[in-house]
């Protein structure tokens, strides 16, 4: 689903990536892990176009991505990825003025081109799965902050994409509202949706990912299953990660 080789982003003379390699396949979840700045959120905006690499290539789907590639031929190519991902990130991006029910019909109508009919109907059904369809008609400043990113996870699979991107989707929340978030992630995991997670959410990691991936430095330290990842890092810089978030 998901191919990355010797991926490498620099800001001007900060190495931010260097040579990441990794798979992601279909159906499965993959936590990213990592103290501040290891290159977690770079590597994810890398995948959906958002960054342009320094060099190396991703397959997403089907679709490809080389730093070899003309800017014309990497541009059509980030076109093509992001009709196949949906992204959601720390902070809801919603337009505030519109209804909860406009953000969600928003692409549908002005990328996909869909009928109104049926792009209210796909928002509609997106929106009682995620619990909001009675706050369709509510604009997004009058919704808690864990309601607006259940509002943009429903926009973000309003165009059915293979794949999910979230970068850090609880850290902008309060506390007692992260769990509804959380729900409705572990919902679309269980039902097999393919998903990339930078997460700082320790034990939701443990319980949801299929792997993790945990990067330092910008460099993918260790990768394992979660029981081994949490129970037995390899590395002693995983250890240390580990050590520091359980005090």
């Not at 689903?1 to 010797?6: A, E, S």
């Not at 800001?11 to 390699?21: A, G």
Request: net charge negative; charged share 25%; glycine share 6%.
């Amino acid at each position: 689903m998901i191919q990355i080789h010797d991926l490498s982003k620099s800001f001007q003379e900060l190495e931010v990536l260097k040579n990441i390699n990794l798979q992601v396949y279909a159906g499965e979840v993959v936590s990213i892990l990592g103290p501040s700045g290891s290159g977690k959120s770079t590597l994810l905006r890398c995948l959906n176009g958002l960054e342009e690499m320094t060099s190396g290539r991703i397959e997403l789907a089907g679709h490809v991505i080389d730093s070899g590639q003309s800017k014309k031929e990497q541009a059509k190519a980030i076109r093509q990825i992001r009709l196949q991902t949906g992204m959601v990130f720390q902070q809801f991006n919603l337009y505030p003025h519109k209804t909860v029910l406009e953000n969600v019909t928003e692409a549908l109508l002005v990328v996909r081109k869909w009928p109104k009919a049926k792009a209210v109907e796909k928002a509609e059904t997106l929106l009682d799965r995620v619990g909001l369809l009675q706050k369709k008609d509510v604009y997004p400043s009058r919704l808690s902050g864990g309601q607006q990113q259940r509002v943009a996870i429903a926009r973000a699979l309003a165009a059915e994409p293979a794949v999910m991107l979230f970068d850090e989707p609880t850290s902008a929340l309060d506390p007692e509202l992260v769990g509804e978030v959380l729900a409705v992630i572990k919902e679309l995991a269980n039902e097999g949706m393919t998903m990339v997670i930078v997460t700082h959410e320790m034990e939701f990691a443990e319980e949801v990912s299929d792997r993790v991936v945990f990067m330092a430095d910008g460099i993918i330290v260790e990768q394992d299953s979660p029981k081994e990842f949490f129970n037995n890092p390899k590395t002693e810089r995983a250890q240390k990660f580990l050590k520091k978030f359980g005090s």
